[in-house]
């Protein structure tokens, strides 16, 4: 079965510090994997993918297929990625499989 | 470009009422269509989605139903809700390309309060 664990449904850290938003996924084939996001007051949206390799507002996502995970990091928070997150698996069908969400709160 | 309408966009309905929500997308042809309900520490669950016209596939067994009757639109509906049909729902939209998963664009959502 396809599943998508994400650990911590809230995270805090200050401003200027490095987060990690921990994602783990059970899937036997060859998986796509997302991160979105929502802003306060703001639609879900895409924030990165895997495969493409990008490093989008800080934020990067490595998929470690051998530990089953595609946490996502920045290296110094700011106040404004506070939003809630969503790690996201696809295999091979046409939907997506999405974790439980994590908050993300930055103190200033 | 492509835009993705959810309406209404709060909606607070008596238990065993009935429920029509619709979503329409603009700008495209042929999208996969989803509905989602976002509930505190539940995170999003796919409800149904749709891959063509008429065609429907359900995710989680419940009493809404979901019908897609031209292209571009999708209609969430129940005949009786219940109490624990309360919550976020997001329509969302997705280019079909026939591989996997490209992406998925959501809609504002609308809140349902079942009282």
């Known amino acids: 079965a396809q599943r998508v664990t994400q650990p911590e449904k809230l995270l805090s850290v200050f401003k200027g510090a490095p987060v990690e938003l921990k994602c783990n996924y059970s899937?036997?084939?060859?998986?796509?994997l997302f991160w979105y996001v929502q802003y306060s007051r703001q639609r879900l949206q895409l924030l990165l993918r895997?495969?493409s390799r990008e490093s989008i507002k800080g934020f990067t996502a490595d998929l470690n297929k051998g530990e089953t995970s595609f946490h996502l990091k920045k290296p110094f928070a700011q106040e404004e990625d506070s939003a809630m997150y969503y790690c996201?698996?696809?295999?091979?069908?046409?939907?997506?499989?999405f974790g439980t969400g994590t908050r993300l709160q930055v103190f200033p | 470009s492509q835009t993705i309408h959810q309406w209404p966009a709060t909606l607070v309905q008596p238990v065993g009422s009935p429920l029509s929500l619709e979503c329409t997308v603009e700008?495209?042809?042929?999208?996969?269509l989803y509905w989602y309900r976002q509930a505190a520490g539940r995170g999003l669950q796919l409800l149904f989605y749709?891959?063509?016209?008429?065609?429907i596939s359900s995710e989680v067994p419940q009493n809404l139903s979901a019908s897609r009757p031209q292209d571009r639109q999708f209609i969430l509906s129940s005949k009786k809700l219940l109490l624990s049909d309360s919550g976020f729902y997001l329509c969302?939209?997705?280019?079909?390309?026939?591989?996997?998963?490209?992406?998925?664009?959501f809609g504002p959502g609308t809140r349902l309060t079942v009282t």
């Open positions: 969302a939209w997705e280019p079909r390309t026939g591989v996997g998963v490209y992406e998925q664009y």
């Open positions: 899937y036997s084939g060859s998986p796509e």
């Open positions: 895997h495969i």
């Open positions: 996201a698996l696809s295999g091979d069908t046409d939907k997506l499989i």
């Open positions: 700008g495209t042809s042929n999208p996969n």
């Open positions: 749709s891959v063509g016209i008429g065609q």
